[in-house]
């Protein structure tokens, strides 16, 4: 299992975000994806997620164009976004309940479980606090299980406690033949991890 990006470009609003940006991620493997503010973090995991279009390169995943092929990649992976993908009218139980009918395994009392969300389940989300909601959210990659992991900003919102929680999970997810493309600012001390710096690929960073 091989995700492999060439020359990788993005333009938002006639400005280059990034450009020749290239990677191999393989499964065990982790990418660290580091910068400021305006470099392209979220843009280049949303380029990886199908959610954008690049201004140039080439994305493959198991020697196919993931850009001309989608259909099997978007099967294999689970994109959290750094906003939360929360109904808050309903409670963090109904929420992964519609995850995993729209992406399959059903594996909800195995999420609560991991995340610690046991106490908090069966309450409106809106009645939640930061943290509760970014654990309540990042649950879905127990609930809907995917060989990839693509997190923007994971740990945010979570104390130092639940940021070792979240740590451990992906360490398991990563010894399970799993991979993982994450941002953050502060280094998780994964052990097979690459750094990708978007500062030296930057055209325009605040």
């Not at 080439?58 to 099967?75: A, C, G, R, T, Y």
């Amino acid at each position: 299992m091989t995700l492999i990006v060439e020359n990788l470009g993005c333009v938002r609003q006639e400005r280059i975000i990034f450009s020749d940006v290239n990677f191999t991620v393989k499964a065990g493997q982790a990418l660290w994806v580091k910068g400021r503010n305006g470099t392209g973090k979220s843009s280049l995991l949303r380029i990886i997620a199908q959610l954008l279009k690049p201004a140039s390169g080439q994305i493959s995943w198991q020697q196919k164009d993931v850009l001309d092929e989608p259909v099997e990649f978007l099967k294999r992976f689970e994109y959290i976004g750094h906003l939360d993908a929360l109904k808050t009218s309903m409670t963090p139980r109904e929420n992964l309940s519609f995850w995993a009918k729209y992406r399959g395994p059903n594996n909800i009392e195995a999420a609560i479980e991991a995340f610690k969300i046991e106490e908090i389940a069966d309450f409106p989300v809106r009645s939640l606090s930061a943290g509760q909601k970014k654990r309540s959210n990042l649950a879905r990659l127990i609930a809907c299980p995917s060989k990839i992991w693509i997190l923007d900003e994971p740990i945010s919102s979570l104390d130092v406690h639940f940021i070792d929680l979240f740590t451990d999970l992906l360490r398991a997810h990563l010894e399970d033949g799993g991979l993982a493309l994450y941002a953050t600012h502060q280094d998780l001390e994964i052990d097979d991890v690459q750094l990708l710096n978007l500062d030296e690929y930057t055209g325009a960073g605040s």
